[in-house]
Structure formats: C-alpha cells, structure tokens
C-alpha cells in the first residue's frame, strides 16, 4: 500500500500547543508510535519542521472559527525520525 494512502487520526486539545488527547491505533502501523506514546504531547513536535507554521495556523483558525474537525495532510516524523 502506498503510504500516502495510509492514514490515522488524532484529537487535540484547543490550546496553542494542540496537546494530543487521543490518537488512533494505525498511528503504530504508520508511524511507529504507540497511541500512548503520543497522548499528551503538542502534535506540532511531530510535524516537519517547513510545515509547522502553516500547521499552528490550520489549528488557530479550526478554534476561532469554531470547528470540530480539521483535515490536513502533512509530512510527520515517524519514531525513526523519517518523515511520512
């Protein structure tokens, strides 16, 4: 399967640090990481550094504006520190 087309889902808090409260089981298939592994840290830690801005500007405008989903498609870091 091609990676592009694997996904997994997370839900963050409404803090600017968009503290990840849950995150799906193919996190672990697609990253690496175990859905624990992952709770409580700032999502933004894993985003490819060129895409944070553009991330924490997705994340402050999906809270203004009152949104309870937000897709985006991104490069994260995997748990061995490539990005996917």
Do not use: W
Not at 30 to 39: A, N, Q, R, S
Not at 49 to 69: Q, T, W
Request: charged fraction near 25%.
């Amino acid at each position: 399967m091609d990676p592009r087309d694997q996904t997994f889902m997370t839900i963050h808090n409404l803090t600017p640090d968009a503290n990840i409260l849950f995150a799906s089981d193919s996190i672990l298939d697609i990253l690496g990481y175990h859905p624990d592994e992952v709770k409580g840290s700032s999502c933004f830690e894993y985003f490819h550094p060129d895409e944070v801005p553009f991330a924490r500007s997705i994340h402050s405008r999906g809270v203004l504006m009152d949104k309870a989903a937000v897709l985006h498609y991104a490069r994260i870091r995997s748990s061995k520190g490539e990005y996917v």
